[in-house]
């Protein structure tokens, strides 16, 4: 009767946790800041989970005088051959968007935001940051 007790709890700890949903088993999320440029602020987070990496970007126009904004995040290979991006675009002042993506490309993050004329030409660029 003895042995069964051990038996029993570690049974019902290996179900409990093969119950969990796969994000709960990733690790630390991390943000970050994306280097603006006028009237447009962008930020964003990346979380590793197994060897794929979740990376959110989002942007905000934050004055009148730009019509849209975008900030994009590019996810590399180790040798910078390959790589995934995810971007988020907004129209109109105040308005913010996000977006995700799930990405095999681990070993480099790079992130930038730009503004935009009414005719989608660039009106202005930020530097590019290397988050990792």
Not at 45 to 74: H, I, K
Not at 80 to 91: A, F, G, K, L, P
Not at 99 to 121: D, F, P
Request: proline content about 2%; hydrophobic content about 40%; charged content about 20%.
């Amino acid at each position: 009767m003895l042995r069964r007790i051990p038996v029993i709890a570690a049974c019902a700890a290996m179900l409990a946790f093969s119950a969990l949903p796969a994000s709960a088993v990733t690790s630390q999320v991390h943000g970050f800041t994306i280097p603006g440029v006028y009237g447009v602020r962008a930020w964003g987070t990346y979380a590793g989970a197994a060897t794929r990496v979740r990376v959110t970007v989002c942007v905000e126009d934050t004055a009148r005088g730009v019509y849209g904004a975008a900030a994009v995040g590019l996810a590399f290979d180790s040798r910078y051959r390959r790589h995934d991006n995810v971007s988020s675009v907004t129209v109109g002042y105040h308005r913010t968007q996000c977006r995700a993506s799930l990405t095999r490309y681990t070993s480099h993050i790079v992130v930038e935001a730009l503004s935009g004329y009414k005719n989608g030409k660039v009106r202005q660029r930020g530097k590019l940051k290397r988050i990792y």
